[in-house]
């Protein structure tokens, strides 16, 4: 009779575990050092941790950043080319001069403006040996 009852109980246990779901709240994402991250889908904070709290995550956030960007780099803002060391050659031909494999080609004797050399591109590892076809960038910093 023990017997049969306690297989009533366990045939009572399973039953219940599979009537009552059990659910888990889980996400994928990686914390951050307050033991917390933000929620893409509703741009709040979300803890993970009994020490971390929202009062204590981080204020500045990317989407902060970006929209306190007033103004966006443009290609046009940045027409001139100085010779800051006054030798006659102005940056562009001092950075063509610096990253040229071999030796560089002047378009005059003076030594100030550069025609050939050969240069690789980093990204996509072409290489070209004529400097008009070259185009050098400042580059701007995004987030200050």
Request: glycine share 4%; aromatic share 8%; hydrophobic share 35%.
């Amino acid at each position: 009779m023990a017997h049969m009852y306690f297989n009533m109980l366990t045939t009572l246990e399973v039953l219940l575990l599979l009537i009552v779901p059990i659910t888990a709240q889980a996400h994928s994402g990686r914390t951050d050092a307050n033991g917390g991250h933000m929620n893409r889908k509703n741009d709040q904070y979300h803890c993970h941790s009994a020490y971390c709290s929202a009062q204590s995550a981080p204020s500045i956030y990317i989407s902060d950043i970006q929209s306190s960007l007033s103004v966006r780099y443009n290609r046009k803002d940045w027409p001139h080319w100085i010779d800051e060391d006054n030798d006659g050659q102005n940056t562009r031909a001092e950075v063509l001069i610096e990253s040229s494999q071999v030796p560089v080609k002047f378009k005059r004797n003076r030594g100030c403006s550069v025609s050939h050399g050969l240069w690789t591109d980093p990204y996509t590892g072409m290489t070209s040996t004529q400097e008009s076809d070259l185009d050098i960038d400042h580059i701007v910093p995004l987030v200050p």
